[in-house]
């Protein structure tokens, strides 16, 4: 991994100074979902906030991933028939994107969608990144507007690419037997974990005896709660890489799925190069339905993104591309590639309906 320029120096540190800060005034001990929410989206230092570019398709581009948006217009453009599919049903002209990074989602959309979308709206907390979607959106400004948070009540048609998986989590250590939770204290040396016996559990019992490091996520499943209440009307699709409850806590995954991500590089170290890089944790998405059912919601399919594109279909919408959009496709739906890795769960308000990108391939019965 390439050296940090200065200014990504001066980030490091100033976050650091506000980490040290956070602890001290918590008595010593920050949570570790309250370090993440710091170093991902602390105004003008965090990740998500600060000034560095995010995505790209290549690190000679500075950035430090690529989403699908980026590999290929396809992936919108396929999107956008279950999108329109989910307008119709629900008799609403609106889309309202979470973390639309780059901005090139939601142009894809916009333009696949024509006049479907009456209004396009974004919530992100990023200043830096409402600048370039800005700017990435100026044939659509007409319709496009930017929020920071969802209203009381609303309706529309919801969509998050890699959302979910941004949202803090409490990291869990089983240690001899006893579980623990693990934060950040700070120290002469710097910032360094620590581990303090709590309560909180997995969702499902996770067996044998050996350690094991793991996640849990109440703040990505209070989201979906918040958006329940709030959804009179309308739909929503997340797409994220993740798992069952049963694969995610696995006995064998005892090393939880927490990583980061810079330079197309990923390392499993989030107290290093604070600001510089993303951190990320797989989508518990049995929580997330189970959240969003007993909230009201009806969950209208879960998948991998392969069957979801091939059902809304991709293979139809790839016919007459390149070579280079074919080999970006094959990204999307490869099994070791974007293909089974992540996937697609169909949330409505207002009653169950057959959405078409779940056509096939259903597994909502494995949640």
Not at 201 to 225: K, M, N, S, W
């Amino acid at each position: 991994m390439s050296p940090m320029s200065d200014e990504a120096s001066s980030v490091t540190s100033a976050l650091a100074g506000l980490m040290t800060k956070a602890i001290a005034r918590d008595g010593g001990w920050l949570p570790f979902d309250r370090f993440m929410a710091l170093a991902l989206y602390a105004p003008g230092l965090g990740y998500y906030a600060n000034a560095s570019r995010k995505f790209g398709a290549l690190p000679s581009s500075g950035s430090d991933f690529v989403t699908a948006p980026e590999l290929t217009p396809l992936f919108g453009r396929t999107l956008a028939r279950q999108l329109g599919q989910a307008l119709e049903v629900s008799g609403t002209d609106e889309i309202w994107e979470f973390g639309a990074g780059s901005g090139a989602l939601a142009r894809q959309l916009l333009e696949a969608l024509g006049p479907a979308v009456a209004r396009y709206t974004i919530v992100d907390l990023s200043g830096s990144l409402r600048e370039r979607q800005q700017e990435r959106l100026k044939a659509h400004a007409g319709k496009v507007r930017w929020v920071s948070e969802l209203p009381q009540r609303f309706a529309g048609v919801v969509v998050g690419n890699e959302v979910l998986d941004a949202m803090p989590v409490k990291l869990l250590h089983r240690i001899g037997g006893v579980w623990h939770e693990r934060g950040v204290a700070a120290g002469s040396d710097g910032l360094r974990f620590e581990d303090r016996p709590t309560a909180l559990r997995p969702p499902v019992e996770v067996e044998g005896a050996h350690d094991y490091l793991t996640e849990i996520h109440p703040q990505a499943q209070a989201f979906i709660r918040t958006l329940a209440d709030r959804l009179e009307k309308g739909a929503a699709f997340f797409l994220d890489y993740g798992f069952p409850e049963r694969e995610y806590w696995h006995p064998q995954r005892h090393m939880g799925t927490l990583m980061c991500h810079r330079g197309h590089l990923a390392d499993p170290d989030p107290l290093d190069a604070l600001g510089t890089k993303d951190i990320t944790a797989h989508v518990d998405f049995t929580g997330i339905a189970l959240a969003a059912q007993d909230a009201g919601l009806a969950v209208l399919g879960y998948t991998s993104q392969a069957h979801f594109l091939f059902n809304c279909g991709l293979l139809e919408l790839a016919a007459g591309a390149d070579r280079a959009q074919q080999a970006a496709m094959q990204k999307l739906v490869n099994e070791h590639e974007m293909g089974e890795l992540f996937k697609v769960v169909g949330l409505a308000a207002g009653g169950f309906w057959d959405a078409m990108g779940f056509a096939r391939g259903d597994r909502t019965g494995r949640l």
